[in-house]
Nanobody, 128 residues
């Protein structure tokens, strides 16, 4: 059974940067499509960024495009989210998600229901 372990997160000032990382233990697939979601206080879970099983194709939500970058090591398994120019509205619990894939390695997924495995979440607080 896969388990996602997240690291990073914490308190940062407006305009600052932070890097989140997530790795998969107990891997049963060679490739994983992975993503970051977040849930702000009082709001629903929101897609932030996703990356395909091949690690080649990425997609970032409009709210973070140009500021956040998702990346992965070879064939998935470890995913990072580099967050720059942070804003107070980026404050949320950030969750890593993974989906084992054997085909369509170029596809990424933007809805939470498409992912099979989730991390425990790591808090990010942006202070003004």
């Amino acid at each position: 059974q896969e388990r996602l372990v997240e690291s990073g997160g914490g308190l940062v000032q407006v305009g600052g940067s932070m890097r989140l990382s997530c790795s998969i233990s107990g891997r049963t697939f060679s490739n994983y499509a992975m993503a970051w979601f977040r849930r702000a206080p009082g709001k629903e879970r929101e897609f932030v960024a996703g990356i395909s099983g091949s690690g080649v194709n990425t997609f970032h939500a409009r709210s973070v495009k140009g500021r956040f970058t998702i990346s992965t090591d070879n064939a998935g398994g470890t995913v990072s989210l580099q967050m720059n120019s942070l804003k107070p509205e980026d404050t949320a619990i950030y969750y890593c998600a993974a989906k084992g894939v054997r085909y369509y390695l170029g596809s990424y997924y933007v809805t939470g229901d498409e992912y099979d495995h989730w991390g425990q979440g790591t808090p990010v607080t942006v202070s003004s």
